[in-house]
């Protein structure tokens, strides 16, 4: 007989298995299937080089959920986002500006931590915990939508009956096209390298985000590394000027970061390797199909400005719950998943059209643009309502 589960998850990436741990938690039976093992190491093939930024409302999810106790000794607190404006080569200060998360109370704005030992982490978890069954090594292959229920059929032959099917399963979500939705993507020629530096001068949990051309640079404070100092690094660029950056040697490529840093933390030495990730907006058409409820890069994928990819994700992850807590028995019907599209699918266009704007803002090398940024800049911080209001918008709170 085919075994039959409450939720179907497709994909154990980040957000799948914190969506595994919250529905389990729950109480529903969940299966998460992903056909990629996480890395052991962080210099192993295939490990996620990029570092996360999990603003308060991420945070307070991953709590719920029972995973905070097995990530918190390797977070970095997030306690003040400074911005400086820059212009010309090598860059030239305009204008720097603090944002501190004292200005709004409760705490820092967010903890910073590695993806690839978040993955591992969370997928040792969830390899014992009761009502969530992951299997690693195997995917998801096709799923055919009837009146109650969804039949999933599995990369290694096996099936499942689900009442609901969840696509955490990336950018290029096999779950999303098998359900026929399409997606909307722009491309902007950017490339971001992501990376870990050591440095000289102390983080003093401080994230720093610099704006020349090209894309944001932005340090985020990481813990020591080899009894130093330690941050991670994304830095959007041209793809052209991306892949020579990934071509240089690792002392040029030191100078070019500290130079492009402004030598904020001091001389930056590169302390892992180097990946590069292509930079688009991608939203999905629909977030659901009949018994489908697409999640995190299934959904949206965003530039990675002011640490809102993830933390969009959770944000789906969240809403999906509460409305699956509300009725349980109502799980993967055509009124839920109305619900859920009506909660997230607002807030994720509003969120991908801001950030669009802003990283074409941020990228440009027209001075006039540059002017307006820096106005802009010192307008939002400087009058103090807007400021708090901004900074509300990006730690979550609802843009609906
Ligand atoms: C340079 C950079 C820096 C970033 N920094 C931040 C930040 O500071 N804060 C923030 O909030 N966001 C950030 N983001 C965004 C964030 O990294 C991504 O949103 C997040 O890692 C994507 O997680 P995911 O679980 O949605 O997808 P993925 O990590 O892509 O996971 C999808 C999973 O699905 C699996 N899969 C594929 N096919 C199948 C199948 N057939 N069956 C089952 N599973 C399948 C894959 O193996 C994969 O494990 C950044 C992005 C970039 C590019």
């Known amino acids: 007989m085919t075994e039959k589960v409450d939720i179907f998850i497709s994909g154990a990436g980040i957000s799948g298995l914190i969506a595994a741990a919250a529905f389990g938690r729950a109480g529903f039976s969940v299966v998460v299937a992903d056909p990629m093992p996480p890395v052991p190491a962080s210099d192993a093939d295939g490990s996620d080089l990029r570092a996360t930024a999990y603003l308060r409302p991420g945070r307070d999810l ?37 944002f501190r998360a004292d200005d709004l109370g409760n705490g820092p704005f967010g903890w910073n931590l590695p993806n690839w030992l978040t ?91 610099i704006y020349n051309s090209g894309g944001a640079f932005t ?69 659901t199909a009949g018994r489908v409820a697409l999640v995190a890069e299934a959904a949206h994928v965003l530039p990675p400005i002011g640490a809102q990819g993830l933390n969009t994700s959770l944000r789906d992850v969240a809403a999906l719950l509460d409305i699956a807590k509300r009725a349980p028995g109502d799980l993967g019907s055509a009124a839920m998943l109305r619900s859920y599209e009506q909660a997230r699918l607002r807030d994720v266009h509003l969120r991908a059209t801001a950030i669009d704007l802003f990283n074409r803002v941020c990228k440009s090398d027209s001075a006039a643009v540059q002017k307006l940024r820096l106005v802009g800049l010192t307008a939002v911080h400087d009058i103090a309502p807007v400021r708090r209001a901004v900074m509300r918008a990006g730690l979550g709170a609802q843009t609906t």
């Open 62 to 98: 991953i709590e719920d959920a029972g995973l905070w106790d097995v990530l918190s000794d390797h977070a970095t607190s997030l306690d003040i986002l400074r911005v400086i404006d820059t212009t010309g080569w090598p860059p030239k200060e305009r204008c720097v500006r603090d």
């Open 219 to 287: 340090l985020v404070p990481g813990q020591p590394h080899g009894g130093q100092h330690s941050s991670s690094v994304v830095w959007m660029n041209d793809g052209s000027r991306a892949a020579a950056l990934m071509a240089m040697d690792d002392t040029a490529l030191n100078t070019e970061m500290t130079r492009r840093s402004c030598g904020v933390l001091g001389d930056l030495t590169l302390a892992s390797p180097r990946q590069v990730w292509p930079i688009v907006t991608q939203v999905a058409e629909r977030l």
């Open 119 to 209: 993955r591992k982490v969370l997928s040792n978890l969830l390899a014992k915990t009761p009502g969530v069954d992951l299997r690693l090594g195997v995917g998801f292959a096709s799923t055919l939508s009837r009146e109650t229920e969804a039949l999933v059929r599995l990369t290694d032959g096996s099936n499942l009956r689900a009442a609901l099917v969840i696509g955490a399963d990336g950018r290029t979500s096999p779950v999303r096209e098998s359900a026929g939705i399409g997606a909307r993507v722009t491309r902007y020629g950017q490339k971001a390298l992501a990376l870990s530096v050591t440095h000289p001068k102390p983080h003093e949990n401080v994230s720093t985000e």
